[in-house]
């Protein structure tokens, strides 16, 4: 059977890449230098990275996107413009864990480590962060979480850490056995797991298909200025 | 030649689809989103998020309705702006894909020329030049429109929307968001005979912040000598507010008339759907020798009819953007 042909789209993070490959083997690539607007390229890119693959956006099997999590707004950009191409070309959603996929390329560029932690970054000494064991099974579930010296006691060393939270983070580990991957959120990092969604059939809902937001929205409750009627 | 227009809408709380062929409106859907109720005002991040599960339901929605396919699609107009960044990013980001995926032009919307031209939607068509009173939850402006697509601003809000002194006044009063058609309908049953200050704006300028500290004054004075002032006088205080709005949005509205010589006058927006105003309003135009237009309901708050009726204009001109379109939070429609 032919491998299939991904339209990859990872939006997490400040850098926008844009991703097309026929299973394993990436045929164009896009990415923004960070601080770029998502929205003012995204299509753009798309239009770019299928005219470098030489293919038609019809003839496209699947569509990916990062699944989180990250900046909700650039996810939202994403997953909007997934289901725009899904919606009009008929094409299946997948969706894909951020972290694993930038766990998998740490992996890949430090082979040797007992633990990885990626980090994306998120308001002040906070990270959306999992733990993953040298198998790349994970320890811990995503979750928001405030950057601590001890956060890494009792997990086997030496740990990498990368991502966009990772350079914050670095100051805090001065002891040793923690080391610093230098890696960004890449539209290539989700080849893998996309694959394997694509071969289970993993699909998401085109219309209720949501990104990982991992909190609810921030709401204050404003109180009645007058005692109500 | 047969011309279809797909409009999409994202801007505030609600998301919306409607399909336009050669003039006329074929569909209009909309999403609400019930959640800020609970509030007591829109949620940004809550609204993008409910934008993105809504979008496709409601697109899909729209095509059925009109009985057409994507593909017969001519071109695709969205809300640019103005509204909330995060709203409106969902609404552009999908437009935009779509235009991409089905090879048609994309068309950007200012959310404000299209509340006016939701007045071109039936017949009997404006003839020009027009005087439009736009007033809705964000926005209240008095707009001489010159054709489709040639308007602009002569005065506009300070300060509050319209429709804000009436959400405002309702969370003073206890009153669930959006309080603008409870405030009218208790106001039916009751007397203005409260008096609120007008405020002294000079041109065909508008400021509402003024009113909503009187308002609130007058509550505190009446509920420190009567903790049951508003319940029992609920009725009246809505009318009396009701009415001070009104007409302060009729005195300007004439002064423009007066000073333009355009008897063409038109309202739009959600607060025209208000009864009172709508009553004013008539009886302005028999007083003073106007024809006057006022569109149906369901285009006057926020609805994608009105994009995709601006839309349809905007393409017989050739009137297209580039997909580098980014949202406008603030956009002055000239
Ligand atoms: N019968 C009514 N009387 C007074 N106000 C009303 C009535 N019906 C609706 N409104 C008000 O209209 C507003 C909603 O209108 P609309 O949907 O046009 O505005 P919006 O989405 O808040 O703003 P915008 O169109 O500027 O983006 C609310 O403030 C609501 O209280």
Known sequence: ?229 | MSVIILGIESSCDDTAAAIVQDGKVRSNCIAGQEVHRLYGGVVPEAASRAHLSHIVPVVQQAMEQAGVALHQVDAIAFTRGPGLMGSLLVGVSFAKSLALSLQRPLIEVNHLLAHVASNFADPPMPNFPMLCLTVSGGHTQIVQVDDYLDMRPLGQTLDDAAGEAFDKTGKLLGIEYPSGPLIDRLAQQGQARFAFPEPQVPGLDFSFSGLKTSILHFLQKHTAANPDFVKQNLPDICASVQHRIVTILMRKLEMAAAQTGIREVAIAGGVSANSELRRQFQQAGQRLGWKVYIPRLEYCTDNAAMIALAGYFKYLRGDFVAHDVTPMARWSMV
């Open chain 1, 1 to 229: 059977m032919r491998e299939p042909l991904l339209l990859l789209l990872e939006t997490a993070t400040e850098v926008c890449s844009i991703g097309v490959a026929r299973g394993r083997e990436l045929l164009g690539l896009q990415e923004s230098p960070p601080g770029q607007d998502h929205a003012a390229i995204i299509t753009l890119y798309i239009e770019a990275v299928m005219e470098q693959a030489g293919h038609a956006l019809a003839e496209l099997d699947a569509i990916v996107v990062s699944d989180g999590p990250g900046s909700y707004t650039s996810l939202r950009i994403g997953a909007a413009t997934a289901k725009g191409i899904c919606f009009a070309l008929q094409k299946p959603l997948l969706a894909v864990d951020t972290l694993q996929s930038l766990a998998e390329a740490c992996k890949a560029l430090a082979p040797g480590c007992r633990a990885y932690c990626p980090m994306i970054d998120a308001r002040r000494m906070e990270v959306y962060t999992a733990l993953f064991d040298e198998a790349l099974r994970r320890l811990w579930d995503t979750q928001a979480m405030v950057l601590r010296a001890e956060m890494f006691q009792g997990v086997p060393n030496p740990v990498a850490i990368c991502g966009s939270g990772a350079a914050k983070a670095l100051p805090l580990f001065a002891q040793g056995g923690v080391h610093h991957i230098s890696l960004k959120c890449s539209a290539t990092y989700l080849i893998a797991q996309a694959l394997n969604a694509w071969h289970r059939q993993d699909f998401q809902d085109i219309a209720y298909y949501v990104p990982m937001y991992l909190k609810p929205p921030n709401i204050t409750i404003p109180k009645p200025r007058i005692s109500p009627a």
